[in-house]
């Protein structure tokens, strides 16, 4: 059974590029989440899809975008990239868009330079 | 009112010992509680999790007390062993809230052999 699958593992890009990270859903589920952790913090809430909607947003500016496609799979796109945007991003998947339990995928960490 | 705050940032135990962290919460909309697991270059991964409804709930070594009026909850690791070393995280979210979960900033757990 796969669980929540992220690409790529590592990136290294420059101010003002735009990034696509990328996330399979753990088997069986539909809902994607995608959470932004800086070094040393806990997780942030970025943005929730639920049936190819975004349902759930947090305190992030319209940079950061995202998709779902009728497969579940999920991106999330930051353009115009800061140096404070270097992190482990992070993607979950959970069955439903009610709050439960939340698999988490490894992450891809964006190096901004 | 969206924070979750969480003590202590960092803690060393003796191998066999009892860990305890505490998080605290202001959001009464927050019904669900669950603690994370997360170890280095890994994304987090349940451990255990609590709603309101009971003061306590155990899995095995792991232990949550909740204790809702005074809007704290704990974890508390039984005979820790050197494979508990690891950042936890409590976490919180409500109904409304779908995936939107609240982080606390972590505390990094070492368990001397």
């Known amino acids: 059974d796969a669980g929540v699958t992220q690409s790529p593992t590592h990136l290294i890009k420059t101010r003002g590029q735009q990034v696509t990270l990328r996330c399979s859903p753990k088997s069986g589920h539909d809902t994607v989440s995608w959470y932004q952790q800086a070094l040393g913090q806990g997780p942030q809430f970025i943005f929730q899809y639920y049936e190819e909607e975004e349902r759930q947003r947090g305190n992030f500016p319209d940079r950061f975008s995202g998709h779902q496609f009728p497969n579940y799979s999920s991106e999330l796109n930051v353009n115009a990239l800061l140096l404070g945007d270097s992190a482990l991003y992070l993607c979950?998947?959970?069955?439903?868009?009610?709050?439960?339990?939340?698999?988490f995928g490894e992450g891809s960490r964006l190096t901004v330079l | 009112q969206q924070q979750v705050k969480q003590s202590p940032q960092s803690l060393i135990v003796q191998k066999g010992g009892i860990s305890i962290i505490n998080c605290a919460y202001e959001n009464t909309a927050f019904d669900y509680f669950p603690w994370y697991q997360q170890f280095p270059g890994k994304g987090p991964a349940l451990l255990i999790a609590i709603r309101p409804d009971v003061s306590e709930k155990k899995e095995g070594r792991f232990t949550i007390s909740f204790n809702k009026s005074a809007k704290q909850f704990s974890l508390h690791i039984m005979d820790s062993q050197p494979g508990d070393s690891a950042t936890y995280f409590c976490a919180a979210s409500g109904r409304n809230y779908g995936q939107n979960f609240v982080f606390g900033p972590g505390t990094r757990l070492s368990v001397l052999p």
């Open positions: 979950a998947s959970s069955l439903g868009a009610r709050t439960g339990e939340l698999f």
